[in-house]
């Protein structure tokens, strides 16, 4: 096969694959789709996979595949500047919505072949129109299909503490700030793992931010700003929030005034973990692994802590106030649209020559028995067929790995293209259910929430929107991030250079990139009748 067309430089894996038979009446013969995969770096080759195989087949086509799991940014740059796509293009973050519409003539528009040979989508595009919502441009053509893969959790974020630290010193979990900064003070002045090295225990350790992690970000410590009832959403580096349906930006509040004297205070005695602003993901993570840290947050404790032993002595606590009286209005990080919508998952190019067949085998992945697999992995090998409508998924084969990473590997999981119906019966793996489990102690804080929660998924805006906001949005973000870093290891911020920072973003656009967003946002809650 040659591979020039698909950029051979790429880390890929090309393969073909395909049926014995086309059972479509719309082909005599299979066809060919040219398909690249865009997958993360664990996951095996497509070709091992039987559910795409039996897709291919159900489909009546042959797949020509390319499989990119790195060095993606410039494989792109260089496929969309040939003008030379595969038929299809699958996968989450593989070509972005302002990359539709800067090559819109390379993208076919698939809203006229949905309602004729995808009934999967059209059906849950009518049961969840937030969905086609998410599909349709601006122009009302679908150059993408969204994925919904329904069972993520509200919040993507959760506070833990070590509670055997708690019980050495005999305190209690920390309700109120002050009684955070009371418990964090005593995890530094007491050698409280017990190494014989007063010095080398963190009290307080968080993601600083984009640097961080792979996703872009705010500063996990600014979740602490939901204990004044501000319902922060983890999984953007922009800080936009709803009140009432009103945008509004956390950098902006003076909560969040408020909370920088606190944490720029834990900073200065030492509290915070000095190396927040230089340290990747991956030693955030070994950080924690080495015992040394008191109260932290991530995904879950076993992201954290590791499974061993560690992992026993941390509790994932609620919402910490920032006095008493905040008590009832405290909410929790919500990050559910953002962790189950996503658009686009896959394009198609408007050069593939049998769009009907292209369509066919999209419209697969919403099949639920199909979605299921394309999230989890392979029936029987990842998933039990129960015979009476219900899955279950499996626990790993190889049981040196944990069920996150066997679901990465034997699937696109959560970068593939998929829609799994909210009829659908399926037990989820044990770390999900340990999710859901640890996120009891945010269900009131979340459900406070309501209609504010962050449709930050689903938002649109046309080309020149965009552009007006990248634009504002390239300063403003510049002046959110320094100021966070300057503010919390250089003592805080007064009221003078508070209201100086407020007038510098005003003058940088702040009021028109909100605009811009509260547009967004009205179009969308127009839409889906909110």
């Known amino acids: ?14 393969l073909v694959f395909g049926t014995i038979a086309p059972l479509s009446a719309a082909a005599e013969e299979p066809v060919t789709l040219k398909v690249m995969f865009y997958t993360n770096s664990l996951t095996k ?21 390319e499989q990119i799991n790195s060095g993606w940014d410039e494989i792109k740059s260089t496929l969309l500047a040939s003008g030379d796509i595969p038929d299809l293009i699958i996968g989450k973050d593989a070509i972005m919505r302002s990359d539709v519409a800067q090559f819109k003539d390379l993208f076919a528009d698939m809203s006229p072949m949905i309602d004729e040979y995808a009934p999967n989508i059209r059906a849950a595009f009518d049961a969840h129109p937030e969905l086609e919502y998410l599909a349709t441009s601006e122009d009302g053509g679908i150059y993408g299909i969204p994925k919904y893969q329904r069972f993520w959790p509200q919040t993507y974020l959760r506070q833990m503490i070590n509670v055997n630290w708690l019980e050495q010193l005999g305190m209690d979990i920390p309700q109120t700030f002050d009684d955070l900064y009371e418990v ?8 409280m793992n017990g190494n014989g090295d007063a010095a080398d225990e963190i009290p307080f350790d968080f993601a600083a931010g984009v640097a961080s992690h792979s996703v872009y970000q705010i500063p996990w410590a600014l979740c602490l700003l939901c204990g004044y009832g501000i319902p922060v959403t983890a999984i953007t580096d922009s800080g936009w929030y709803l009140d009432e349906g009103e945008v509004k930006n956390i950098y902006m509040s003076d909560e969040y005034y408020d909370l920088m004297q606190f944490l720029s205070k834990c900073w200065n005695e ?21 015992g040394v840290v008191g109260y932290t947050l991530g995904w879950d404790i076993s992201d954290r802590m590791g499974s ?13 106030v920032p006095t008493e009286e905040y008590s009832d209005k405290a909410v929790w990080e919500t990050s559910y649209y953002t962790l189950n919508y996503a658009s686009p998952t896959a394009v198609m190019s408007a050069a593939c020559e049998n769009k009907e067949a292209a369509m066919r085998f999209l419209n697969l992945f919403y099949d639920d028995v199909y979605a299921i697999q394309e999230l989890f992995g392979s029936i029987p090998e990842c998933i039990s067929d129960n015979g009476d409508g219900t899955y279950s998924v499996l626990p790993p084969a190889d049981e040196t790995l944990d ?12 970068s593939g293209c998929m829609y799994i119906s909210d009829d ?3 037990s989820l793996p044990t770390d999900m259910q340990l999710i859901a489990s640890l996120d009891e102690a945010y269900t009131e ?18 080309d020149e929107a965009n552009s007006e906001l990248t634009f504002y949005m390239t300063d403003l973000q510049n002046l959110f991030e320094t100021s966070f870093a300057g503010w919390l290891s250089g003592g805080g911020v007064d009221e003078a250079a508070w209201e100086e920072y407020k007038t510098n973003a005003m003058n940088a656009g702040y009021e028109e990139a909100r605009a811009i967003v509260q547009d967004a946002v009205d179009a969308y809650f127009e839409y889906v009748g909110k």
Request: glycine content about 6%; aromatic content about 10%; proline content about 3%.
């Open 1 to 14: 096969m040659k591979r020039n067309r698909f950029l051979a430089t790429a880390l890929s894996a090309a």
């Open 45 to 65: 080759e497509m070709s091992e996979m039987s559910f795409i195989k039996s897709m291919a087949e159900e489909a009546g086509v042959v797949l020509e595949a």
């Open 184 to 191: 964090l003070k005593a995890f530094k002045e007491n050698d």
């Open 270 to 290: 030492g509290l915070i973990n000095p190396e927040i602003f230089t340290e990747d993901y991956a030693t955030y993570v070994a950080t924690s692994r080495n």
């Open 308 to 320: 061993g032993e560690l992992a026993d002595q941390y509790q994932v606590i609620s919402t910490i």
């Open 403 to 414: 069920p996150g990473t066997w679901k990465w590997t034997n699937a696109q999981a959560d």
């Open 424 to 426: 659908m019966e399926l």
């Open 445 to 462: 804080q979340v459900a406070r929430v309501g209609d504010d929660m962050w449709p930050g998924a689903f938002l649109k805006y046309s």
